[in-house]
């Protein structure tokens, strides 16, 4: 219980001192788009499941309405990734209500079992639209409260859901959680998460690209799983306590795992793990999720919690040795 509560006012403090933008990839993440495949498509073009869940968290004091919009939901636009014809049928889908965000099925890394729990809010289903190509669409509006309430996160949770129910295209899109219908405007306070991350690496050699997991107190080690990286660059962790900490990556339509120790200074922390690109390969596709000991997954922060964490060198003194500073 004294474990929780420390939690609780851990997580209190941060969303009181950071004021967070709602894009979904954020601007800290530098990834150019999300993306879903339609379920007719080859693993090996980088979706593992067709599928993708974002969580949005909604202050408790935010009294006026909300949407949620999408930038390019279609399939079959500039953007988006098109094998032989467009044929793709992308579903999105809005939940809130009991059991939106703490329905267990809800944060697993799979579509599987009752992932669509909660209340259905509001559903759209997207295919070659040419009306909606780079285009936003807006979702809403709904009230805060619609969202279930989820104390340790602070507010009222809405969950989105993203599949590709037909069609082998790959539909990249961006997520907005606005207070306004036609122009994106933040929510002051809210935040972003999701424990399954699906999206598409910059082309251009020597990007990088981030992803901000949060490491609570419990947490002794972490397992982190990339499927179709293509071994495209390196990858390689950042933290108040790690100055650089390689992560092993996966080649073609494979998943690799890389064990990595958490130190007491990383508790209540977010992790940076870094994209570097390296290769002139273009649209790479890659999927991330991330475990601790118990093999329970732990929820990347399009915005990180605290910030994007600084290495903080430990700087010792050698016994016997004076300090030559004066007084």
């Known amino acids: 219980m004294q474990k929780k509560i ?176 036609n122009s994106n405007i933040k929510v002051e306070g809210a935040n972003s998460l999701t424990y399954e991350y699906t999206f598409r690496l910059n082309d251009k050699p020597g990007s990088i690209s981030h992803i901000y997991p949060f490491i609570n107190e419990d947490v002794v080690s972490i397992k982190i799983h990339t499927f179709d990286y293509d071994n495209d660059g390196i990858a390689r962790i950042i933290s108040v306590d790690k100055r650089y900490e390689p992560v092993q990556v996966s080649g073609d339509n494979e998943w690799m795992a890389s064990l990595h120790k958490i130190s007491d200074k990383e508790h209540r922390t977010s992790l940076d793990i870094q994209m570097i690109k390296t290769n002139p390969i273009n649209d790479n596709n890659i999927v991330f999720y991330i475990t601790n000991q118990y093999d329970k997954l732990l929820p990347f922060y399009t915005s990180p919690l605290g910030g994007a964490p600084k290495y903080k060198p430990t700087i010792g003194v050698k016994p016997g040795l004076k300090s030559t500073q004066q007084k």
């Open 6 to 181: 420390i939690f609780l006012l851990v997580i209190a403090s941060i969303l009181n001192h950071n004021l967070f933008s709602q894009a979904v990839p954020s601007s800290e993440e530098n990834i150019p788009y999300l993306v879903t495949f339609g379920n007719n498509s080859k693993t090996s073009w980088g979706d593992d499941d067709f599928a993708q869940t974002f969580f949005f968290i909604i202050p408790k004091d935010m009294k006026k309405p909300i949407f949620l919009r999408v930038f390019d939901p279609e399939t079959g636009g500039t953007i988006d990734e098109i094998k032989e014809l467009p044929d793709t049928k992308t579903t999105i889908s809005i939940y809130g209500g009991q059991g939106a965000y703490t329905h267990l099925d809800a944060q697993k890394e799979q579509p599987i079992g009752n992932f669509k729990s909660g209340i259905e809010l509001a559903k759209k289903t997207f295919s070659n639209q040419p009306e909606y190509n780079e285009q936003w669409y807006t979702f809403g509006p709904f009230n805060p409260t619609e969202g279930e309430l989820v104390n340790e996160l602070g507010g009222y949770v809405i969950k989105v859901i993203i599949q590709g129910i037909s069609g082998n295209d790959g539909n990249l899109y961006k997520l907005f959680l606005s207070q306004e219908q």
